[in-house]
């Protein structure tokens, strides 16, 4: 760690990409966990309802990708509680909190793996199945409100004076906050994160889960639609949040003209994954789409550091 410190000391630029990607890819890797038992309960039901095998072969799929997603965030949890001594002070309110998200993941991660786990033995009983999912899908949104809660938290206190002198201080009441862009934001970001990181999971399994190309041609495009669907729903609070803000400054001169292209600029560019997604959707050869899903997977994940950002001002 001693060795890393120096490194990144050595290099601004080189420490400034780590930082944000210490925050990128942890939260992003968080909402996808969190939100895939959803996707995966539904594309169980749908392989019921409909009689199509492949939902079911994607439902399990998925599945994986988010047992396999939740188990490295415990246990890289863990080890970040381990050495990071500056935040996690045994006794104190910052490590309580800490040690409670930790928890809630945990069993968030013991319900979807108990959830992967019995496919077989319940595989007569989907609709059960598909419950244990959706249980373990909400265990791992409570997790997610309570990490983004401490982080709210953690922050307050690196502020001092932010949460004095109650928690309440920490929900602004302006309306026009980021921080209500981000609680708004975050439902969608529970649907559209885990569907872009499953649309790009299906090809890159072709190799090992040989189902054919009709299960890929159909599942990709299933799980494109979804995380444009979401992703929309995510933009349209972005539009409705800026508007807001903008009709609160523009007439007292807070808000220039510069400002209002920077801010149209700034929607564009989040509206592209919207775009390449239904790209994908519309294509008949989703397989073809890998660099369209991975540009429209890292635009997804770049978002996460304005987000985090966001949540964590004051």
Not at 17 to 38: E, K, N, Q, R, T
Not at 111 to 124: A, D, G
Not at 256 to 279: D, G, H, Y
Request: with cysteine; net charge positive.
């Amino acid at each position: 760690m001693n060795a890393l410190e120096q490194i990144l000391s050595a290099f601004p630029h080189l420490r400034t990409a780590f930082d944000a990607l210490s925050i990128i890819v942890p939260l992003f890797a968080l909402f996808a966990f969190a939100g895939m038992g959803f996707i995966s309960a539904t594309a169980r039901i749908l392989a019921d309802t409909k009689g199509r095998s492949s939902f079911e072969k994607c439902a399990r799929q998925l599945a994986f990708l988010g047992m396999m997603l939740g188990w490295i965030l415990l246990v890289g949890g863990r080890v970040w509680l381990h050495f990071t001594r500056g935040v996690y002070v045994p006794g104190s309110v910052s490590a309580y909190f800490l040690e409670m998200s930790w928890l809630l993941l945990s069993l968030g991660v013991m319900l979807n793996s108990v959830y992967y786990t019995l496919w077989r033995v319940l595989r007569e009983l989907p609709i059960l199945h598909a419950t244990i999912g959706m249980i373990s899908a909400a265990q791992s949104s409570f997790a997610v409100v309570a990490v983004l809660g401490t982080a709210r938290l953690l922050a307050a206190f690196a502020h001092p004076g932010a949460a004095a002198p109650g928690l309440l201080n920490l929900l602004p009441g302006d309306w026009s906050s980021p921080l209500w862009t981000v609680m708004a934001c975050t439902v969608p970001l529970l649907l559209a994160v885990p569907a872009a990181a499953g649309a790009f999971w299906l090809p890159l399994r072709r190799t090992r889960d040989d189902f054919g190309r009709d299960h890929y041609n159909a599942m990709i495009p299933w799980c494109a639609a979804w995380a444009r669907n979401a992703w929309a729903a995510l933009w349209l609070v972005l539009v409705a949040f800026t508007a807001l803000r903008i009709s609160q400054t523009w007439g007292d001169g807070g808000f220039t003209w510069q400002e209002a292209i920077l801010e149209s600029s700034r929607l564009l560019f989040w509206l592209i994954p919207v775009l390449l997604w239904t790209l994908v959707r519309r294509s008949p050869v989703p397989l073809r789409h890998k660099p369209t899903l991975a540009a429209a997977l890292l635009i997804a994940m770049s978002f996460m550091l304005p987000y985090y950002l966001d949540l964590t001002a004051f």
